[in-house]
């Protein structure tokens, strides 16, 4: 379609995209993005707005110039042959839910993000995905974050991390990692123990027997739980596909009702 005449403001959302401002060169790419394999982002572009690229099967590569801060929710959702995104690094301030989920091919973001949040699901299913790098002070991982990740191995968090939560399922079915939060961070992180929750359960204490027993229990059958696992908050037992058997420790005075819920 013809959009040459049409009055955009600076500022606005639209095609898919939030611009600082327009010219000729701007409206070419809105006409022919969806049909490249290679796609340069404008340099006038500040966010890849909300399922902008969702189900693109053509696009391969995207280069982000430092100018996008953003991308939201379901931008690049489910594309399956895309391979590599490639970002100015500490520019990416913000990734939305299922930004890059089902994208079967990814293999990496070149560059590092400057994320306080990884949100949820946003590289669920990356099956490919080895590594990723994050800076600034990270506070959350999302559930199902990572999930069925195969081929992750590597996740670079900031020392400087304010990580204090990581949602349950976040690293499910990502066989290749060691458990990617060390005892050094989480001492550092300037939280008392009793507000940790890591995987939906809250431990009074953090050692290598509470990160081993994160790292294995999703793929056990029987799920001994540390008797420093003081509550279970929202856990997400639907996506133990092995367990049969459950072990409390009598720390735990109490389940949610939604606890074994599917």
């Known amino acids: 379609s013809d959009i040459s005449g049409m009055d955009i403001s600076s500022g ?51 280069y982000l110039p430092e100018s996008v801060k953003k991308i939201g929710d379901s931008a690049f ?13 500490g520019t990416i ?24 949040n990884i949100n949820d699901e946003t590289f669920r299913n990356c099956i490919l995905l080895e590594e990723i790098s994050i800076k600034g002070k990270l506070d959350k991982i999302g ?17 400087k991390s304010q990580l204090k939560k990581i949602g349950s399922g976040a690293f499910s079915g990502c066989e290749r990692i060691q458990y990617p939060i060390s005892i050094d961070m989480i001492r550092n992180c300037g939280y008392k123990t009793d507000e940790l929750v890591l995987n939906g359960f809250l431990f009074s204490e953090i050692g ?17 739980i540390p008797d420093t696992c003081i509550d279970i908050k929202n856990v997400d037992f639907s ?22 819920k599917r």
């Open 77 to 89: 959702y489910s594309c399956i042959n895309l391979r590599i995104v490639y970002c100015v690094d």
């Open 12 to 62: 606005d959302e639209f095609g898919g995209f939030e611009f600082s401002s327009f010219s000729e060169s701007e409206f070419d790419f809105l006409k022919n993005y969806n049909d490249q394999e290679v796609v340069m982002i404008p340099k006038t572009v500040r966010a890849i707005c909300e399922e902008a690229f969702i189900g693109n099967e053509k696009i391969r590569e995207v």
């Open 143 to 159: 559930k199902k974050a990572f999930k069925e990740c195969h081929n992750l191995y590597s996740l670079f968090i900031d020392d």
């Open 93 to 116: 301030e913000y990734i939305g839910k299922k930004a890059f989920m089902s994208c079967n091919s990814l293999e990496r973001i070149s560059g590092s993000i400057d994320v306080d």
């Open 239 to 260: 996506i133990y596909n092995n367990v049969r058997r459950i072990v409390m420790p009598d720390s735990i005075k109490e389940l949610p009702n939604s606890v074994f």
């Open 208 to 224: 290598y027997k509470e990160l081993r027993f994160l790292d294995d229990c999703w793929r056990e059958e029987t799920i001994i």
